[in-house]
């Protein structure tokens, strides 16, 4: 994996033996026990085990934070041996930490949820850095001249991605970024697909606008191509969409978000499915492609994620599958009630039976597990705590609600326990302009709101006193 092929001497290959040992029990571990657990339980545990608590880490019962910057090697044989990538390592924290290992699992674990085949996660510090390590091993110069590239992405997505594709890769770069108007028309999608093509990529449900499509298809067309299908998968969470196991071959995940509800700190991963489609013609990527990304190509960016970061997004991950529950209850409350507000002109939520992609989201938005829990006992459908909505009157009326918020949070953010709210023209989309909003479908006067797990009937009341103060405006 380093690159070059390394002299094994015996002394070497004695670690290496050793190691292997240790990699097929834990291949056994996970098949055989890791696997067969419910979402919970992995969500709670991960990989961290009793044994290896005992073994490593004094007992304690959470995954140790690793501050330290490298590992120390018992000899020359073990350091050539592990900086070869030959065994399992922890060489350089910028390569590889115990901390982020278990993060990395852990996700690895929960996109790959009822998934046949296997998956791996590169863990990274934000989303941004995820979206960019993701799609920068297709977007290599494949001969010496450098060739047109382009690939094609769905236009509904987070502004710092419109930004990431449009100034980075497009005017920076010259690589060419075709966006999707209409993700749901798969003639579109195809229309845009040419030998120069290196991946499709989407984002589902789409920050802010709520844009879905069908994952299934999509797939299916970019593997026709011999693309892969990359999606942004932040709004769902695993706890409710698993894009792998509908053929996707890549996730990204701006971890920051939902997955770290509390609200501490910025991370993110890449989660892919080992033998994913490309028409690069690179086996190490095919075969195992976040972990190649991370021993190689992150090795020499260095977008790592900092250890402490790790254990406390952990630490916010084990109960991810009951808070997406219920943050998607409060926010179908909160939409029902905006939907039928006179102030309100609009309101874009998936779990809303009007919304025109309902029908599509419902195929694919599932509460995991939940025909396994107590209250359900049934498949049920959950579309998330993030929606939008558009204010009757303009900007004007719209700033004037916005400012008399008192609950709830006037923030750029989203995913928090707590509710949140911006208006995305003048914070996330802010950047891309009036022709790129429009693009994207941002009007001046939507908000974005992030319903948390407080009372809902508390945040209806103050959605209700802001809506009344800004009709008097
Ligand atoms: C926030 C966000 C990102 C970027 O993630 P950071 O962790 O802020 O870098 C990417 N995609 C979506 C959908 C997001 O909401």
Partial sequence: MSGNEVHITSGMQEYIDKNNKYLA???????????????????VHGLYSVTDALKDY??????????STSQAYTD???????????????????????????YEWTLALLEGYGFDGATSCCSTSSGM?????????????????????????????????????????????????????????LDEWASKID????????????????????IEAVADLAHSHNLPLIC?????????????????????????KSLTSSGFGICGAVIARKNLVTNIDDDTLKEDFSLAIKYMQNRDFG????????VMTLNDMRTIRSKMDLMSRNTEKVAEYLASHPGIE???YLGLKSHPLHELAARYMWLVDSEFDDQYQRPINRYGHLMSFCVKGGVEKTRKFFDNLQRIWRATDLGRIKSVATIPAISTHQQQGEEGRALAGIPANMVRLCVGAEHPTDIIADLDQALHAAKGA
């Fill in 195 to 214: 030998k120069n093509t290196r991946f499709l990529y989407g984002e589902l449900p789409s920050n802010p606008q709520l844009g879905f499509f069908d």
């Fill in 346 to 348: 609009s309101v874009q």
């Fill in 232 to 256: 942004d998968s932040t709004v769902a969470t695993p706890a409710l969409l698993r894009p792998i196991c509908h053929g996707a071959d890549i996730v990204v995940q701006s971890v920051t």
């Fill in 303 to 310: 977008p790592n994620l900092h250890p402490l970061q790790a």
């Fill in 129 to 185: 850095a995820a979206i960019m390590t993701a799609v920068q091993p297709f977007l290599q110069v494949l001969t010496k001249a450098v060739e047109p590239r382009n690939f094609v992405a769905t236009a509904q997505c987070y502004g710092g991605t419109f930004q990431q594709f449009t100034v980075r890769l497009m005017q920076e770069r010259n690589i060419e970024c075709r966006w999707v108007r209409d993700a749901t028309n």
């Fill in 25 to 43: 029990e834990r291949a056994e571990y996970i098949e055989k026990t890791v696997k067969k657990w419910k979402f919970d339980t992995i969500a």
């Fill in 76 to 102: 020359s044989d073990e350091m050539a041996a592990a900086l070869a990538y030959k065994i399992p390592t922890w060489c350089y924290s910028r390569i590889a930490n115990p901390s982020t290992y278990y």
């Fill in 58 to 67: 004094q007992g304690s019962i959470i995954e140790p934070i690793f501050m």
